[in-house]
């Protein structure tokens, strides 16, 4: 299936928007075919920052996020993958911030929800001590117990950073 949002060519984005390469910030341009809107928006900060956390800009009638319009003006098309944020921000779509993933690549990249505070660990109530445990494919993959938090996050990052060290995040 087509993926509606890749039906932008290069062009059409350059035609409205410039994008600064090293603070991953688009302006909007002059456009001679619409002086109103070029009155109030030429120069200025194009897009908003949606819910997801993503910067969004809309052209043609439809939102579209700005990592990806990035990769379409910097490399002259949208890549069927993923695009990871290096940093984790979805808000930094410096050029430099930007690379090609895999969605599994994306995903290990993202930041940690843990309600233990610490990537890859949680608390065993039984055991009464803290789980390490890294994914592999579908499920979790058993790291060890822990008697604190600390150590059992020094044993996940010492996984993580085996199984994938360029997309590995400690956090």
Known sequence: MA?????IAPE????????????GVFRWRFRDDNPAFSRRHAGKVAGSIARNGYVEIPINGKQRRAHRL?????AGYLPTSDIDHIDGDRRNNAWRNLRLAT???????????ASSGFKGVRYHARAKRWVAEIR?????????????????????CAAAQQRDAEFWRAY
């Open 3 to 7: 993926d509606p949002l890749n039906d």
């Open 12 to 23: 059409d984005v350059r035609s409205v928007l410039d994008y600064e390469p090293e603070t």
């Open 70 to 74: 990035a990769f379409l003006v910097m």
């Open 103 to 113: 969605r599994a690549q994306n995903l290990w990249n993202m930041r940690s929800k």
């Open 136 to 156: 592999k494919g579908k499920g979790p993959r058993y790291i060890g117990l822990f008697d604190t938090p600390e150590e059992a996050h020094a044993a996940y």
